[in-house]
């Protein structure tokens, strides 16, 4: 059954694949909520909870540290990034999503910035202590998802960790999405460059037990494997 809070994102999306663009339906999105006829169903009041969870347990190092929150929406995963200690940067490619968090959190810290998963600033290339992936490539359709998960492991620095969290897909499972979420070879296909898996699991969400997320980790070597 077809979550309601969903029907605007999928209706937008299949235009924008018909269209052959695979990512434009985002700010299509979030400028129709901004207008007050559409609702963004991934906005939440509070960061997402797998997240909280795993910096809680996990305690990483941000004093001195750069983080990237890829696809940060309207800000609330950013705003627990900065509060860990870590010089944040956020991205999203919709400048209504990024306007919009701008004015939601005026005094923020953050540098949230306009940018393309598909395309990132060059800078950008191993440069992150931190990198949050939340989401976001679930969004992006399978004509795109390599290339996508290619360009978030790639920004993760030389002793740098990569978070994943995403919904679930069995392999071979036909979904009409948005989201399209990911199998456990996708989820695995983020260890390039250096990257090892250290930990990938199926966590329940607090609020609904019955439901469950792949919560992944990687670390990236400092020297390249020989």
Known sequence: MTNPRDVDATRLATRSLAQGDPTGWFEQLYAAAQAGSAIVPWDADEPNPLLVDWAERHEPAGVGGQALVVGSGLGRD?????????????????????????????????????????????????????VVESITVQSMPLSVRADAIARVAGMVAAGGELLVISGIRVEGEHVDGPPWPLTRAEIESFAVGGLRAIRIEQVSLPTRPDAYRWRAVFRKDLTPMS
Do not use: C, K, M, Q
């Open 78 to 130: 950013a705003e627990h990034v900065v509060r860990l200690g870590f010089r944040t940067t956020a991205f999203d490619i919709s400048e209504t999503a990024i306007r919009t968090t701008r004015e939601r959190f005026p005094n923020s810290p953050v540098d949230y910035v306009v940018a393309d998963l598909l395309d990132p600033p060059s800078e950008w290339t191993a440069a992150f202590d931190l």
